[in-house]
């Protein structure tokens, strides 16, 4: 009887183990409907967040100075006409976080160089010197 009754209690025991074992493994595999709700949530915010960056970065490129209008704008500057230029340099950098483009021509014996900043269409700098003929 003895034996019976610890082989009961034994076999209850490991039963009460087995079904707590499922019991938790349903619960972390499981959500809560409040869990869920937050983490959907979370994860729209992040989409929309994403997606509001994206818009911000097309934009903004969209109303970037393009290297044509900066060759322009420098061509302009220096009172030169394009068939009396030629260019040497026309390139985009980003420079301490702002897009440049970089701009640099000869003509009649001098050299121009022009830095402007390509998010506001503003000159950066501008220089001219003699061309070096060594």
């Known amino acids: 009887m003895k034996k019976t009754t610890l082989f009961l ?13 499922c019991a938790s493994k349903q619960t972390a595999t499981a959500p809560s409907s409040s869990q869920a709700t937050v983490a ?11 997606s509001s960056e994206k818009t911000a970065t097309n934009t903004s490129a969209a109303n970037q100075m393009t290297k044509d209008e900066a060759k322009k704008a420098a061509l302009e500057d220096a009172g030169i006409e394009e ?10 950098d980003l420079d301490d976080g702002i897009n440049e483009i970089e701009i640099e021509f000869v003509s009649n014996g001098k050299e121009y160089d022009y830095t402007f900043n390509a998010d506001t269409k503003e000159m950066i700098s ?6 070096d003929n060594d």
């Open 40 to 50: 959907s949530s979370s994860s729209s915010q992040a989409a929309s967040s994403t």
């Open 126 to 131: 501008k220089s001219s010197e003699p061309v």
């Open 9 to 21: 209690s034994g076999l209850t025991l490991a039963s009460l183990l087995v079904l707590g074992a």
């Open 83 to 92: 068939s009396n230029a030629t260019f040497t340099k026309v390139a985009t």
